[in-house]
């Protein structure tokens, strides 16, 4: 099974910028995923929920309602990645951030997805 890592968290103002990357590692047989990825957000006292998401080929993207508009996801096979480009950050954005490889039905539900990374932190502060 491919390993999966998260990059690009950090600390920065309302109202700025970051791009997060998820990168599949291994030395042969490698790719992202087969299927659709998606990114994930857990904060502190609170369950994981769905951000975004992105088909095979990347001609279909799926969003949260709380972040349309202001993130943007996107996936390059070639190079077994894939980004979310998070623009106009708010407070409430503030979480771990998780990539993963879609294996069941729900796009937009935690359960159908396996082959989790480690989480990127985000803190957007007021």
């Known amino acids: 099974q491919v390993q999966l890592v998260e990059s690009g968290g950090g600390l920065v103002q309302a109202g700025g910028s970051l791009r997060l990357s998820c990168a599949a590692s291994g030395a042969s047989g490698r790719t992202l995923s087969s299927g659709a990825m998606g990114w994930f957000r857990q904060a502190p006292g609170k369950e994981r929920e769905f951000v975004a998401a992105?088909?095979?080929?990347?001609?279909?993207?799926y969003y949260a309602d709380s972040v349309k508009g202001r993130f943007v996801i996107s996936r390059d096979n070639a190079n077994f990645t894939m980004t979310l480009q998070m623009n106009s950050l708010k407070p409430e954005d503030t979480a771990v951030y998780y990539c993963?490889?879609?294996?069941?039905?729900?796009?937009?539900?935690?359960?159908?997805?396996?082959?989790w990374g480690q989480g990127t932190q985000v803190t957007v502060s007021s």
């Open positions: 993963a490889a879609q294996n069941g039905v729900y796009i937009r539900t935690a359960q159908s997805y396996y082959n």
């Open positions: 992105i088909s095979w080929s990347g001609s279909s993207t």
